[in-house]
Structures are given as C-alpha cells and as structure tokens.
C-alpha cells in the first residue's frame, strides 16, 4: 500500500492525523490558500474528504500545530483519487475527482459548506483534477482584459479522455464544453499551466507511456491542439514550475524528467532525475 501511494505521488497522514484509518494525502494543492486561513484537505480510499484546520499553538510552546477535522465529505462511493483547489480569486472551492466516475465541487461561503456534484463525468472513473488560472491567458497584455475570476478546470478519467468544465451562473453548475480525444488507456494526471501570459497550457499523464501537452490560443479558445512526449515507462504524474514554462513528468521507471519550449514550439528534455 506504502509503495502504491508513493508511486501515485500520495502521502499518507498517520502521524499527522493518528486516529484517521486509511486517509491519504494527494499532493497537487492539499493546502488552501493562506487567505482562506491554514487549511488542509485529505481523501480516502473509502470516498470521504475531510477538511483540517490547524490549531495554533502558544508562541511560547514548541509544540507542533495540531490539526482539527472542521467538515467531512461522504458524497462519492469509491475511492477519491485526487484533489485540487481552485486559485483563490475564485473563493473557497475544492475539486474532488473519485473512481465512481464523478467530480464533486466544495465550496466554502457565508460560514457553511455546500456543493455541487457532476456525475458521469468519466463513465470508468476520474482520476485526475486540475483547475485553470482565474485569469483568461493574455489578459495581462490586453487592452480590455475581462472582469471576475473563471471558474473552469480539466479533468482526466479511465475513459481515455480529458474534459474542460465551465461553470454556469445560469444553471449554477459546472458544464463540460470541451472533450480531448487522443490517448489510447488511462489518464492518469492533468496539469493546467499557471501561466497567463499567451497561450494555455494542459498537460496529461497517460497508462500509453505517453505525456500530451495541449495548447489554445485565446483567438481561437475552442480549438485545442496537443503534442506528444514518449516514454518507455507509464506516466504518473505532471506537474508545471510555478512560471508555467518547465513540467514535470514521473513515470513507472522511478524517473523525473523536466521539459521546456523551445523558440520554435518544440518541447526539448533538459533535465533527467534518477532514483
């Protein structure tokens, strides 16, 4: 179970939280942004996600901060493979994506913690979240950038595919508005890039042994196109720099590989990490 964990990029919280059976910690954004207070999300192979609050401790003490369960999730019926909060211009919000094929959307407000639940959303399970920046890429440039936060993530299933939800003020939901097509077994991961300088940027991980990296253009928004990384190993995890412009691939074969864009548009290998 340790080494599944491991391999799957999870950290387990037996000495943090003694009394919790079974929980496991994912690594993409267990934290909530320090705004939001000193905020921990956990999730379990029995479908629950709780939330922690850390305790402070006297100044004058030595002693580590303590954790309190401050809310429970029992909405999904398997295993909740991974979770993800959303950038902290959109509120309070966390993603939740199970094997029982359904995304599941907390959200923190007015003192109280409510949802919304998208089911069949992988019809074999969903695997991996991943939130978009707030911002639409190339706002920063833009003569006219538009207002509020977008609300939108990606998500990677066992169906082979990754999907782009929106969320709707008028149905008051998340709608899928895009459907990627291209690997031919699990995703395992996807990693929407924080960069909002030109283009956008969605990596995913694949069972094919294989790494797509996806772009949009914001002239053209809908039109997603991908280019694909191979490997001899399946690939488990990716993860962007905090700039955006290096992703991290882990694989099966114990090895970390960094990769950047060229000038050209060509992804090029600069780093290669061994156990």
Known sequence: ??????????????????????ILLTLVHPQAHPKFGTILASSSY????????????????????TFQKVFESTLHTASVNLLSWAP?????????????????VLEFQDGSWGH????????????????????RPGSLVSANPEKGAMRRF??????????????????KTYLPTLTLPGHTDWVRDVSWSPTILSKSYIASA?????????????????????????????TWRVSWSLSGNVLAVSGGDNKVSLWKESLAGVWDCVKWIEE
């Open 206 to 234: 694949s069972q094919d042994k294989t790494v797509r990296i996806w772009t949009s253009d914001p002239s053209n928004p809908a039109d997603w196109k991908s280019v694909t990384l191979n490997f001899e190993a399946v």
């Open 88 to 104: 902290h211009e959109c509120g309070c919000l966390l993603a939740c994506a199970s094997s029982d094929g359904s995304i599941s």
């Open 46 to 65: 029995d479908g629950r996600v709780l939330i922690w609050r850390a305790t402070p401790t006297s100044s004058a003490s030595n002693a580590p901060s």
């Open 1 to 22: 179970m340790a080494q599944y964990g491991a391999l799957h990029g999870y950290s387990f919280l037996s000495d943090l939280f003694p009394t919790c059976q079974n």
């Open 154 to 171: 990606v998500s990677g299933g066992s169906d082979c595919l990754l999907k782009i939800w929106d969320w709707s003020p008028e149905a």
């Open 116 to 135: 919304v639940i998208l089911n069949g959303a992988h019809g074999l399970g969903v695997n991996s979240v991943s939130w978009a920046p707030s911002a």
